[in-house]
């Protein structure tokens, strides 16, 4: 199935985001090789670019990828909608889906944080740029303080919000606040999601405040916890990084007075295919690429078990 | 020129200047007042609409879904609205205000991204609402490009779209410019939403309806974002000068604004230095008491964080940024003061 120790892999979806996956899995391929870049558009341009840097293509979907039984990852950087279809699909045919949309058909991912738990499954879900970006922080605090409330707010450049995000943009807000409850360790998340049309475009900017269940704080301990996930989550997203250290407030809340937390989070894209404001689409296509290759290592480690 | 409609939203607007802790007795007040005094909408929620109660815009003392149940309740011909931000607020909290009462939603966008709200104008003729379309920060972009996002709300189910001046940064000629733009691409109404921060809106407001504006919007003591909004009195009283006086009590609203909701002002919005600030910088007039508080607690000057805000293009709703700006001028305060020191 695999060969010079490599997986072979496929993205489903020719637009920005399969595109600048196709540019980072080129770069850094890790233990993948991009096998086919697959749309549904025959004049789609980003099979056209595949096809010019050597990278098979097809506007034949699914189907291309279902015909090939060597691709054993496929990346779906369609549509929610496409997504359910595409998921059953990819399950009988017993491929892994690494799903870029918010369908959600498997279990939420953020890579340093919980997706060792997820190895076995046969799809997960990235949940939203803005969840990919903020939940690692919030679970960086709650590991080490409980957290009654998280509130995350990401704002985008204008021109990075495609029509998806734009005619869903309720779902971008349900889709993140759970990714804050149920992976960031919140009892209650909240998400906002404001786009900012400046010109020239704004950096991915997002910010977590965070409400301590204890007013005992041990702030250092906090401070640490974000730290170390901040530079976990560098290791894969470059341009992850916090503008000021932790602030500490108090704040009246409705549940009487409560130590905030604010990380002020800017995230600076690759610039592989998309522009650098566009952090919120890199933070996806990265971590998808990390959840790849985690993936891959993984398959790699079986197939030697049960070679020897 | 025919008598526009007066909505009235000190219960909404006025929420950012009492830091969203309106009680469900002043809101049974104000609405009692405004409802015998013939006003015929008023808005109901949290400052930055459904959902906006949080850290980043503060939260609300009684939940706004309780708020507007109160309104409804002691309103007698007066319609209850709410105002909804896509990308804060979602359907589900447009549902359950649908539920507890109201009867118009206006849904607001930054001007530029009228795109955003095309499943929530959806669900709000679905439900049978009034829906009235808000383009926020208006000074931003020229009247012809508004009039296109406008086309976009009308669009998707719009009933009447408002030119809203957030920063209270538009002059009259401005004002005008943009509803006559709205009023040549649209079918359905205009409508224009003043600030005062360069003390404009009553003349602004004026200037909009001479332009065409069929809705427009006050507050009651100008109770609200900023140094606050057109006076909903005001607007009464020079509307029956003018003698297009919609059907409101002009003594009743004089009488509101003085015993009502004058006593329950923390403070009178009033053009003060910050305020104008934010005016002349174009940014969002909700910004001023957040960059009061943190300007106060990190010592840098208010109006220099409002200016470097203008200056970084920021948005309805981008109020995490003031936090940020005033951490920068802290450290920049800092480190110059370091050097003199040492110099």
């Known amino acids: 199935m695999s060969h010079n120790g490599k997986v072979k892999v496929a993205i489903l979806g020719s637009g920005n985001i399969g595109s600048d996956l196709m540019f980072k899995l080129l770069r850094d391929p890790g233990h993948m090789e991009l096998a086919l870049l697959a749309g549904i558009e025959p004049q789609s341009e980003g099979l056209a670019r595949a096809r010019s840097l050597g990278i098979p293509a097809s506007h034949d979907g699914i189907k291309a990828i279902l015909e090939d039984p060597d691709i054993r990852i496929v990346f779906d950087a369609t549509s929610a909608y496409a997504h359910v279809r595409h998921a059953k699909e990819l399950r009988e045919a017993g491929r892994i889906a690494i799903d870029l949309t918010p369908a959600a058909r498997g279990p939420y991912v953020i890579p340093p944080v919980n997706l060792g738990a997820h190895l076995d499954e046969a799809n997960v879900n990235l949940i939203t740029c803005g969840g990919q970006a903020t939940i690692p922080l919030v679970y960086a605090v709650s590991r080490v303080a409980p957290v009654a409330y998280a509130e995350m707010v ?18 971008f807000t349900f889709t993140t606040a759970r990714g804050l409850e149920v992976i960031g360790g919140a ?3 909240k998400a906002i999601i404001i786009l900012n049309p400046a010109d020239p475009p704004i950096m991915m900017r997002n910010t977590i405040y965070v409400l301590l269940e204890s007013q005992d704080v041990d702030r250092e301990a906090i401070s640490d916890s974000v730290e170390e996930m901040v530079t976990a989550v560098q290791a894969y997203v470059p341009g992850y990084r916090l503008k000021n250290p932790p602030v500490f407030e108090q704040r009246d809340t409705p549940d009487g007075p409560r130590t905030m937390v604010a990380l002020l989070l800017e995230v600076t894209g690759a610039g592989d295919y998309l522009p650098q404001y566009a952090g919120n689409l890199d933070i996806m296509t990265a971590s998808a690429r990390q959840v790849g290759e985690v993936f891959a290592r993984r398959l790699l480690e079986q197939e030697a078990q049960v070679g020897s | 020129m025919k008598p526009p409609r007066v909505t009235d939203t000190t219960l909404r607007d006025g929420s950012h200047a009492v830091r969203h802790q309106f009680t469900r007795e002043q809101v049974r007040n104000v609405v009692t007042a405004l409802d015998k005094a013939g006003v015929p909408v008023l808005e109901v929620t949290h400052g930055d609409g459904l959902s906006g109660s949080s850290i980043q815009y503060g939260f609300s ?8 149940e109160e309104a409804r309740s002691a309103a007698t011909n007066a319609r209850i609205a709410a105002l909804l931000l896509p990308g804060i607020g979602t359907r589900k909290e447009l549902k359950e205000a649908v539920e507890r009462g109201i009867q118009v939603v206006r849904i607001a966008t930054q001007c530029t991204e009228a795109d955003i709200s095309q499943q929530h104008f959806g669900m709000a003729k679905e439900m049978g609402l009034e829906a009235v379309g808000f383009l926020m920060m208006a000074h931003m972009r020229p009247p012809e490009f508004l009039a296109e996002q406008a086309l976009l709300m009308e669009r998707y189910g719009a009933d009447c779209v408002y030119v809203v001046d957030s920063a209270g940064a538009l002059l009259p000629d401005g004002a005008a410019a943009r509803v006559r733009a709205l009023r040549q691409a649209l079918k359905i109404q205009v409508g224009f939403h003043a600030h005062n921060n360069l003390g404009l809106a009553i003349g602004n407001t004026l200037a909009a309806i001479e332009a065409g504006a069929d809705q427009v919007d006050g507050t009651m003591r100008g109770l609200g974002a900023g140094a606050g909004n057109a006076p909903t009195e005001l607007i009464a009283t020079t509307l029956d000068k003018l003698g297009l006086n919609p059907g409101l009590d002009v003594f009743a609203l004089l009488d509101a604004a003085e015993f009502v909701v004058a006593p329950m002002m923390p403070f009178q919005p009033i053009p003060d230095r910050d305020s104008i600030a934010i005016g002349y910088a174009g940014v969002y007039s909700t910004f001023l008491l957040h960059a009061k508080r943190l300007g106060q607690q990190y010592g840098v000057d208010p109006l220099q964080i409002l200016v470097e805000l ?24 800092h480190s110059t003061g370091k050097e003199a020191a040492s110099a």
């Open chain 2, 61 to 68: 003392r009684v939940n706004e879904m309780d708020l507007i």
């Open chain 1, 154 to 171: 990401s704002t985008i450049a204008s021109l990075s919000a495609g029509p998806g995000t734009r005619q869903n943009i309720d779902e």
């Open chain 2, 310 to 333: 203008g200056r970084r293009k920021t948005v309805a709703g981008q109020e995490d940024w003031i936090l940020d700006v005033t951490l920068e001028l802290a450290q920049r305060q």
């Open chain 1, 187 to 189: 009892r209650r998340g």
